[in-house]
């Protein structure tokens, strides 16, 4: 069982940045989809942002030109940097990751087997 751990959320006020970070532990073989979710009270989780290990990346419209992913594929590590953080960004983000890519660097969360725990991003107006 691969274990990822987020790390990065906080508090911030509108237009204020934030970095998020996913660490998988217990894990000896590449990852090759890794990405980001976020689900807010009352809503369906929905995809942020995802990356191969060859870099290959996407973003929901809902953050394009806002947020950047990046990954250490030697290290099976991932982070987020947002930007230009706005009330309706306000949500649990997770970290999602799967041995394999399927279609590509799917925003599709059954496309992923392992989860983190989450961590909380509140955007204050």
């Known amino acids: 069982q ?8 906080g508090s911030v006020q ?13 894990v000896d073989y590449r990852l090759n989809c890794m990405g980001w979710f976020r689900q807010a009270p009352g809503k369906e ?3 942020v942002a995802a990356i191969s290990t060859r870099g290959v990346s996407r973003y929901g419209d809902y953050v394009k030109g806002r947020f950047t992913i990046a990954r ?34 799917r925003l599709i969360p059954s496309d992923y087997d392992f989860w983190g725990q989450g961590t909380q991003v509140t955007v204050s107006s």
């Open 2 to 9: 691969v274990e990822l751990v987020e790390s990065g959320g």
């Open 14 to 26: 509108t237009g204020g940045s934030l970095t998020l970070s996913c660490a998988a532990a217990e």
């Open 45 to 47: 989780r929905e995809g």
């Open 72 to 105: 250490s594929n030697a290290k099976n590590t991932m982070t987020l940097q947002m930007n230009s953080l706005k009330p309706e960004d306000t949500a649990m983000y997770y970290c999602a990751a799967n041995p394999e890519c399927y279609g590509g660097t």
